[in-house]
């Protein structure tokens, strides 16, 4: 209809085996075929495939400490893209209970403060381990302004570290007010250099790398069979262990990047053996998230 509208006699090129067959169904569709006879205006059109995007969505990109703290930190009420930063820390207040709601959370927007802001763009655009020296430099600066005993030690920074420099803030309420921008984006980095899931994201990441490069030597039944002892039920899982979402992630991952896939009895099997330890997984949880109950 669009192309009618415009009067086009179109050249047609597909990239993806799914625009193929678009581009196919578009060449040998019958009215099509009497428009391009009619038509007088020429274009080329191109169909690109966009199952590429999906691999966008669920893959675990390089290694930018922005993204895992956006992906790994709970998001803030209201907002899609802020997280809520626990900020317990900073108070007398002392409670095991990581959502604890006494105490307002902080959060990554600080507009108002040049460091923070500083800061932010290098968790955006550097390595995480120059990120994380960043957030060093930047915490010892701040101490160093308010006269705080702050000591700079060199070599590896550690979460643990990051937090003694955090606690020299806590009972200074003038240094607290000139720096809460910059130590809210500490915190939640090391909120989640802490985080369990921030191992989990490591792995998946390995995972993809050595897909992408085994990919062509590799059958689809075989990554498929690697795929399968790591699929445990509730039971038989440590936390380290994917969960049925996790699995997910990776088989939406993996079905896209490999694009055209030719099927056989090696495949079918493989795949039949993935979805009834799926199957399983599902039926084996005391508590199915939100997510397994809208696919159930």
């Given amino acids: 209809a669009l192309f009618g509208a415009m009067g086009l006699r ?3 090129f597909a990239v993806g085996a799914l625009s193929r067959v678009v581009a196919a169904e578009l060449a040998s569709y019958a009215p099509a075929k009497n428009r391009r006879r009619m038509s007088t205006n020429k274009a ?23 993204e895992k703290i ?6 803030l009420p209201g907002h899609k893209t802020d997280v809520m930063v626990n900020m317990v820390e900073l108070t007398a207040l002392q409670t095991a209970d990581d959502t604890c709601s ?3 959370p902080g959060c990554l927007a600080q507009p108002n403060d040049p460091a923070a802001k500083a800061l932010w763009e290098s968790f955006m655009y550097r390595k995480q381990k120059e990120a994380v020296m960043e957030a060093r430099r930047h915490l010892v600066e701040a101490a160093s302004r308010e006269n705080l ?4 030690s060199m070599g590896r920074v550690t979460p643990e570290q990051l937090n003694s420099y955090i606690q020299l803030f ?3 309420l003038k240094a607290l007010e000139n720096h809460c921008g910059l130590l809210q984006l500490v915190m939640a980095t090391v909120q989640t250099l802490k985080h369990p899931q921030t191992c989990k994201w490591d792995n998946f990441l390995a995972f993809e790398r050595l897909l992408l490069q085994t990919i062509d030597e590799s059958e689809m039944s075989s990554v498929l069979n690697q795929l399968l002892p790591m ?8 936390k380290d262990d994917y969960t049925f979402e996790d699995f997910l992630v990776l088989l939406v991952y993996m079905y896209s990047v490999v694009g055209e ?3 056989g009895q090696e495949l079918d099997t493989a795949e039949e053996e993935v979805k009834k330890a799926l199957v399983k997984a599902i039926c084996d949880e005391p508590e199915p998230s939100p997510l397994v109950q809208k696919i159930t």
């Fill in 149 to 152: 005993p702050i000591k700079m």
């Fill in 102 to 104: 006494i105490i307002a």
């Fill in 231 to 238: 699929i445990k039920p509730y039971n038989e899982r440590m």
């Fill in 44 to 66: 080329s059109v191109v169909f690109v495939d966009r199952t590429l995007d999906l691999a966008g969505a669920v893959g675990h990109h390089g290694d930018n400490l922005a």
């Fill in 170 to 172: 806590k009972n200074n």
């Fill in 70 to 75: 956006l992906s790994v930190l709970p998001k």
């Fill in 10 to 12: 179109e050249e047609t």
């Fill in 261 to 263: 896939i030719k099927s």
